[in-house]
């Protein structure tokens, strides 16, 4: 009885997977958008269909207007004038009307890792499940993001966090979208059962729109200003892979390797910097 239940239920979670596949993929190929003054945009391998739609509308809170911001350093305005440069860029925090952009940069620059679960688009049925694994790959990101920047949505603030649940996000915001975005949070170092927590960097995005501008080391520059004169923090933690830019970018910063991990999304590698 259980085993012919179970076998029911696999079949039923198949059937949703292949519908909300066959629902993105259509959409995606605007055979299901045609005469509809909803947003569509052609097929991409990960990224979602209506990325470029949900960018041209953004809102967020400057973020030298949030609690925090009238004790920023020298140092730590100084690091965030070179990201802003003469590019008339902005420097926000996220509201929630602004999570879906969110989403789609956060996605758009972690397409390498949603890649691996992709199928070769040889046939309609792979590209039914590329759509399903694109959709539901963004939903689990927007939920994530809800997730850890809750406490921010819900109270703006640069000061240091009081536990480790709470995650401060902000954005390089351009007129035309968002083109940059990191992640930090209060974690106590892996490895060490005691001692204070220590900023962790959860994430590091520029659009693939302005790379090459030296954004992302701009963007790095400022965390580590920040997490040490606003946070006091003394060593800045993060992981990330074997992209070369990414690591490249960490290696290249003074950053060194303290481990390296295989997990489900291939090789880990843990790494820090002194901020003394």
Known sequence: MRSSMARRLRSVHV?????????????????FTAGS??????TRMVAPCWTAASRSCVSALPW???????????EVLSAAAACIGDEELELVVPEEEDMQKLTDLVDESFQRAIAARMAEPSNVFNEMWN???????RQMTLGALRKRLKGLLEAPSLRRPRNEDWNLGVILKSSEGFMGYFEICLQTPEGLRRG??????????VSKEVRGR??????????????RRSWGGETLYLHTDLDPAAFGLYNSS???VRRQEQDGEGKSIYMSKSLE
């Open 196 to 205: 204070a927590p220590q900023p962790y960097l959860k994430n590091l995005c």
């Open 64 to 74: 030298d207007t949030v609690a925090g911001a009238e004790v920023l350093s020298p």
């Open 254 to 256: 003074g950053y060194v």
């Open 131 to 137: 759509g399903w694994v694109s959709l539901s790959e």
């Open 15 to 31: 059937v949703c997977m292949i519908c909300a596949g066959a629902w993105h993929w259509l959409w995606s190929t605007k055979l």
């Open 214 to 227: 030296g954004l992302g080391r701009k963007l790095l520059k400022l965390v580590e200003e920040f997490c």
């Open 37 to 42: 003054s909803l947003p569509s945009c052609p």
